[in-house]
């Protein structure tokens, strides 16, 4: 199970922090990622976190975003700056193995970057 917070309205240029609290299984054992969803487009991953915390970006959010963990805490966050309107979406978080065997999604937080 996931539960994603953090997500809100904010300016071109803004920051936004994601938490994503997961349970039901052992947390530090998996690589996590943060995937988005824009409106009426896929859902991509944008942000993946190994389990010895090797990160790794899509090419549009690279020095702007940057994924994190807390393995005590089940936590993985993910720090959003220099916020484009493209960034608009909503966003997941979720094993990428978890989701090859068919791992259910959260509610998803979402981020709406607008003027």
């Known amino acids: 199970q996931f539960v994603e917070s953090g997500g809100g309205l904010v300016q071109p240029g803004g920051s936004l922090r994601l938490n994503c609290t997961a349970s039901g299984f052992i947390f530090s054992f998996y690589d996590m990622a943060w995937y988005r969803q824009p409106p009426g487009k896929q859902r991509d991953l944008v942000a993946s976190i190994t389990r010895f915390d090797q990160a790794d970006y899509a090419d549009s959010v690279k020095v702007r975003f940057t994924i994190s963990r807390d393995n005590a805490e089940n936590t993985v966050y993910l720090q959003m700056d220099s916020l484009k309107p493209e960034d608009t979406g909503v966003y997941f978080c979720?094993?990428?193995?978890?989701?090859?065997?068919?791992?259910?999604w959260g509610q998803g937080t979402q981020v709406t970057v607008s003027s």
């Open positions: 979720n094993g990428p193995t978890l989701v090859e065997r068919g791992a259910s």
